[in-house]
C-alpha cells in the first residue's frame, strides 16, 4: 500500500484501506464486486492489469487483502495477482515477481480451516508441529486426522508455562501454532515470550498465532513477533454470521510467496461477493467489537455472582489467572465468556434450551448472541481423553456475547439459569452429588485460582462432571490412534 495509504487508526484503516475510488474507472466510493473468472489479455501471455484467472487473483478480492494488511499491521503493499511465467510474459513476470513479493502477504482464504490446511501443506513428510493442548477442534482435528497420514506429527502442549511449552520442541519442529485466548477454556499465552523462546532454539521456526477470538483491533500478533497471524473471517471480522472465510496476514515475503503459490496451485479462494460482505462488515470492526467488550465483561461479572454457577472464566476479570498478561498485550478484551455451570450435563441442556435471546448454534463473533455446549458441539472430535484433561466437560458452556441491549442478554441469563436451578430442585439431585466426579487436577492447574478480595463474589472450584457420550457419530473419534497429548 502507498504511503497515501497509511493510517494511524484501525478504524480509520478499515474503511479507507484499499477501498480508494482512484482504483476504478468510476471512481465508485464503494469497491465494485468483479465476478469476472478471467481477463482480457492485449496479446498472449501478457496482461493488461496483472489479471488473468480469478484463482491467481480477483479486484475485489485483492481490495480486501489490502484492508486487511493495513488494519492487521501486515506488509503493506497493493497486492498484485499470481501470474505463472511462460516464455512470453518471463521477463516481465519476473520484474513483477520482484515487486509482488514486496507487496502481498495477505490472503484470504475460502474457509478458516483451508487457510489451516495451506498453512500445513508448508511442511513435509517427518516435520513435526508443537501446538497449544486447548485448541479449536477443527484445527485438532486437521492437524491429527489430515496430519497424521501424511507423516507430520503433532504435540499438543500447554502454554501456561512457555518454557515447558518451547522444550517440547524437537529438532524436526518446524511450525508451531497457538490460539490466545483458547477455544473453548480462553487461556491466556504469553505471545512474545513463546515467540522468543520458539526462535532461540530455530530462528526458522514458523510461529501461527490464531487470533480469531480477539481481532486485530484488541491483539496484534505480528507486533510481538509471530510469523503468521490466522483468523477465521467468518467470525468478528465479518461479524454477521453470513459468509466463511479465513485469512493468513504475514510480514516475510518468502513464506508469503509460497502461501500464494499454495493457493494458486490448491484454488482455495473465497468468491467476490463473499470478500464484498467482509469488506463492508470489516468497516464497523472497531465499533462492535467495543460494544462487545463492554456487553461481555457485564455479563461475566453478572455470572461470576449467580449461585448456580461454578466458574466464570473471561479474561477481562482479575480472577483469571492470565488476566495480567491479557492486559499488557491486548488493548481490551472480546466477546468470548466461557463459564461452569452447576449440575451435569441435564442441567447444561436445560440452560441452553431456555434462552430466547442467545441462540443455541456453534461459531461466534456476531453481532447476535451465541451459546454452546463445547463437548457436544464445537469440540466434539477432539479425543476424549484430551477433553478430559483439558476439562472440556458436560458442565462447561461458552457464550459469544453480540451486541443487544445489555439489559436483554442478562434478563435472558438469568431465565434461563432459574429453568436449570428448577430442573435441580425438581428431580431432588443435590448439586454436591452431581458434581462428586473430579474431572482431573489439570483443571485446577490451569483454571483455579482466588479471587483478590475486592471481588464480590464466591470462589467456585472447577470441579464437575463427567464427559458426556452423546455426541454425533460423524464427529466421535476415529480408529487408529491419536497424537500425543503433553500437559505443561
Request: net charge neutral.
Amino acid at each position: 500500500m502507498s504511503d497515501q495509504h497509511h493510517h494511524v487508526h484501525l478504524g480509520t484503516a478499515a474503511i479507507h484501506a484499499g477501498q480508494e475510488p482512484e482504483k476504478w474507472s468510476s471512481w465508485a466510493v464503494c469497491p465494485p464486486i468483479s465476478l469476472a473468472t478471467t481477463f482480457k489479455q492485449p496479446e498472449p501471455g501478457v496482461t493488461k492489469a496483472g489479471y488473468e484467472y480469478s484463482r491467481g487473483g480477483n479486484p475485489t478480492r485483492n481490495s480486501l487483502e489490502e484492508a486487511f494488511a493495513a488494519v492487521c499491521n501486515g506488509k503493506h503493499g497493493r497486492p498484485i495477482p499470481f501470474q505463472e511465467p511462460n516464455d512470453r510474459n518471463k521477463s516481465k513476470h519476473l520484474k513483477t515477481q520482484r515487486h509482488r513479493t514486496n507487496e502481498r502477504t495477505t490472503l484470504v482464504w475460502a474457509s478458516g480451516l483451508a487457510g489451516t490446511q495451506a498453512v500445513l501443506q508448508l511442511l513435509r513428510p517427518n516435520d513435526h508441529v508443537l501446538a497449544i493442548d486447548d485448541l479449536y477442534g477443527g484445527t485438532n482435528r486437521l492437524l491429527r486426522r489430515l496430519g497424521e497420514p501424511m507423516g507430520i506429527m503433532t504435540d499438543f502442549v500447554s502454554t501456561v508455562d512457555p518454557v515447558k511449552f518451547a522444550a517440547a520442541m524437537k529438532p524436526t519442529t518446524k511450525l508451531v501454532w497457538f490460539e490466545t485466548p483458547t477455544n473453548p477454556l480462553l487461556q491466556v499465552t504469553d505471545i512474545k515470550a513463546v515467540v522468543d523462546l520458539v526462535k532461540e532454539k530455530n530462528k526458522d521456526c514458523v510461529v501461527v498465532v490464531d487470533n480469531t477470538f480477539m481481532s486485530a483491533y484488541f491483539q496484534r500478533p505480528l507486533d510481538l513477533g509471530a510469523d503468521i497471524e490466522f483468523a477465521s473471517v467468518t467470525k468478528y471480522y465479518n461479524g454477521h454470521s453470513d459468509v466463511l472465510m479465513g485469512v493468513t496476514i504475514l510480514k516475510n515475503d518468502e513464506l508469503a510467496e509460497r502461501l500464494r503459490f499454495i493457493q494458486f496451485a490448491a484454488g482455495a479462494v473465497p468468491g467476490p461477493f463473499d470478500c464484498y460482505l467482509v469488506n463492508r462488515g470489516l468497516k464497523t470492526l472497531h465499533v462492535r467489537m467495543e460494544r462487545h467488550a463492554q456487553n461481555a465483561l457485564r455479563v461475566a461479572q453478572y455470572l461470576e455472582q449467580h449461585s448456580m454457577v461454578r466458574k466464570v472464566i473471561y479474561p477481562g476479570l482479575p480472577s483469571h489467572p492470565g488476566h495480567e498478561i491479557a492486559k499488557r498485550q491486548c488493548s481490551g478484551f472480546s466477546g468470548m465468556v466461557t463459564f461452569r455451570i452447576k449440575g451435569d450435563v441435564n442441567s447444561s441442556r436445560i440452560f441452553l434450551k431456555a434462552l430466547k435471546v442467545f441462540t443455541l448454534a456453534e461459531s461466534l463473533g456476531a453481532v447476535e448472541s451465541l451459546a454452546e455446549l463445547p463437548c457436544i458441539m464445537t469440540h466434539a472430535s477432539v479425543p476424549p481423553e484430551q477433553r478430559a484433561q483439558l476439562g472440556i466437560t458436560d458442565d462447561l458452556l461458552r457464550l459469544s456475547v453480540g451486541i443487544e441491549h445489555i439489559d436483554d442478554l442478562l434478563n435472558d441469563l438469568d431465565q434461563a439459569l432459574k429453568a436449570a436451578a428448577e430442573e435441580n430442585t425438581s428431580t431432588g439431585s443435590s448439586v454436591e452429588h452431581r458434581n462428586a466426579h473430579v474431572v482431573t487436577a489439570a483443571i485446577d492447574n490451569t483454571l483455579d485460582v482466588k479471587l483478590p478480595s475486592k471481588m464480590e463474589s464466591l470462589h467456585m472450584h472447577t470441579k464437575g462432571p463427567t464427559l458426556s457420550s452423546s455426541r454425533p457419530a460423524s464427529r466421535r473419534a476415529p480408529p487408529g490412534g491419536y497424537s500425543s497429548l503433553t500437559l505443561g
